[in-house]
């Protein structure tokens, strides 16, 4: 990111070029010319200029997204520059507080009057200074898209089929942003919930999610989709108004805002630091779905986590209610799953840390991603790759434990070319019409799939 610091004490450039050099391209506007030759000799990058001047903004290129440091000498209002800087087009505006004392009039002026923030040179140095811009960038984002929406009468939060906790919880989220009601605000899906752990998350919380067909996509103003893409549904979503999600990006559709972290394990941690940044309110049932959406996609904070996560994690918790958290977390077995589990354990093979099975028909896709998360727990497994057959279409799940391998590489060679195929390093999925395993693989008998499948992932490992 460009960063240019109004400065005109030579001690401050000098510290600030030195800390700033590595982690942002940063410039500097001075007025004394024999200063700027002592730091040109010093191969700083300097522009000479009046700094309460908008031509001098424009030649220095200054845009939206450049970082403007301003030091306030605490002599003279920094109100012409900073108003030099905006009509230039500058936004992202900071006061550089040096040590010099303020006076109460003083303080009101920069905090209400100019409406910047300040920061103190000691706490840039600590790297306050990459925090405070990425959390303004994330407002100035939230800021557009709610401005974009706010005239819509009816918007859809649409979800992925068979929503999970991060996409309900998701939805919840972006409905808060949206100073919006369910009746303005629907979140919807083509295909309801029916995992036992989801279907109890939508009751204890008070989780409607609207079955839609293509027909009902009419009576909506505008459409966001959270936790999910639009290539998902298949070409039936060419453009949409809004896409957050934590999923790897895929093209083939037009969005007019999107939010797209790949590095981040939930859409929930995305769309808590969008909460954070215009200061909402969060309500004990938003944080309590955004919180147990973050456990959820994360296994417990131990698959797919960043700082991100675990700052998310740490603002969510005191204001969930924990009691409900952990009912929602008291539904992960049932018959039906002790059932599969008793399959995966008699076609299972094994090499190494590697597991595979394969459970031939499942009722469900999310039977499949279960058992590959569940088959980690056991202590001699990294790696897990479960399959079975759902209306006609192989499901492949795969996770391990943060390998060096990448899982999503594994599917996108293994089954690529036969289907979709995608995800992150420690989970991955594919699904591919059996018509298409059969010229794979030679043959949709179960047993020849599940050898073919770990012989896949076995060369992969090797």
Known sequence: MKCLAVCQDELVIRILAKALATTLDIEFLVEDRLLAR????????????????????????????????????????????????????????????????????????????????RLALSDLLRGALGAELDRSMTRARVQQYQRYL??????LILLHNDPDPDAMG???????????????????????????????????????????????????DRIATVDVQPH????????????????????????????????????????????????????????????????SDTLFLSRQTNVPDLDAFRFLYPLANATLVTKMEGSETTIERLHCLAEAARCGEVSGVLYTTHLGDVAREDLIAYLADFLLQVEEIEWSVVSGVVHGELVVSV???????????????????????????????????????????GSTDPADIGSAIHALAAQFLS
């Open 399 to 441: 996770r391990n434990l943060g390998d060096s391998r990448h899982a999503g590489e594994f599917v996108k060679q293994g089954f690529g070319d036969i289907g979709s195929a995608g995800g992150h390093r420690a989970m991955a999925k594919a699904i591919a019409p059996l018509a298409r395993v059969r010229e794979k693989f």
């Open 232 to 295: 998902y549904f298949g070409g039936l979503l060419n453009k949409v108004d809004l896409v957050i999600d934590h999923h790897p990006e895929r093209g083939g559709y037009a969005a007019a805002f999107k939010d797209i972290r790949p590095d981040y394990g939930s859409t929930c941690t995305i769309l808590t630091e969008h909460l954070r940044a215009v200061d909402v309110n969060i309500s004990e049932r938003t944080a309590t779905a955004m919180l147990y959406a973050i456990k």
């Open 38 to 117: 002592r730091l040109q000799d010093a191969a700083v990058e300097v522009h000479i200029g009046d700094q309460r001047k908008v031509d001098t903004y424009l030649r220095a290129d200054v845009g939206p997204g450049t970082c403007l440091l301003v030091q306030d000498t605490g002599r003279r209002s920094p109100r012409r520059t900073v108003e030099a800087i905006r009509d230039a087009g500058g936004t992202l505006v900071y006061l550089l507080d040096v040590g010099h004392p303020l006076s109460a009039k003083q303080q009101e002026e920069r905090t209400r009057v100019l409406e910047v923030r």
């Open 150 to 155: 706010a005239d819509a009468d009816r918007v």
């Open 170 to 220: 998701s939805g919840l989220a972006l409905r808060n942003l949206l100073h919006r009601t369910k009746t303005t605000a629907i979140i919807g899906a083509f295909q309801g919930v029916t995992r036992p752990e989801n279907l109890r998350m939508a009751n204890l919380l008070d989780i409607d999610v609207k079955p839609l067909n293509r027909q009902s996509l009419n009576g909506f």
